[in-house]
Structure formats: C-alpha cells, structure tokens
C-alpha cells in the first residue's frame, strides 16, 4: 500500500492527538491537576496554537485538524489545572 504524505500527516496527526484525550478526560473526571506542570501545559498549548497558525498559513490540512483539536485539549487541561491548583 502506498501512502500520500497527507496521509502519512493525517495518520500522525490522529496519533499525536488522540494522546491527549485520556488525559483530558483523566482531569475532567478527577479534578486532580498537582502532577502537571502549568509551565509545561502552557508551552505546549502556546507551541500548539502556533503550530495551528503556521498550518493555516500554508494551508495543510493535516496540520490545521491536528493542531486545532490538540489546542482545544490542551487549553481544557491548562484551564484545568489553573483552576483546580
């Protein structure tokens, strides 16, 4: 089977963010945020909004699906943890 280098991008960007989701839902059902890092859940949402922007620029799509739903789960853990400190 042969894949496209979107597919290739699609496929890691299903992987990459589908890692956050138990984690998303591990804080939203717990509350329990004293193991992360806000420094750390900061720089990867910064890191993921700007990952987004860059994919909106160029226009790929596989960065723009990915980065878009990842912020979304990063955002909600960061909040989290700002508010459950």
């Given at each position: 089977m042969i894949?496209?280098?979107d597919t290739i991008g699609l496929l890691a960007?299903?992987?990459t963010t589908l890692c956050w989701?138990?984690?998303?839902?591990?804080?939203?059902?717990t509350k329990e945020t004293k193991a992360?890092?806000?420094i750390t859940q900061s720089a990867f949402a910064v890191g993921?909004?700007?990952w987004l922007?860059?994919?909106?620029?160029?226009?790929n799509l596989p960065l723009i699906i990915a980065n878009s739903i990842t912020f979304v789960l990063a955002?909600?853990?960061l909040y989290l943890k700002l508010r459950y400190r």
């Open positions: 894949f496209s280098i960007a299903v992987l989701l138990p984690q998303a839902i591990k804080t939203l059902r992360l890092s806000a993921v909004g700007l922007v860059y994919g909106l620029f160029i226009g955002a909600l853990i």
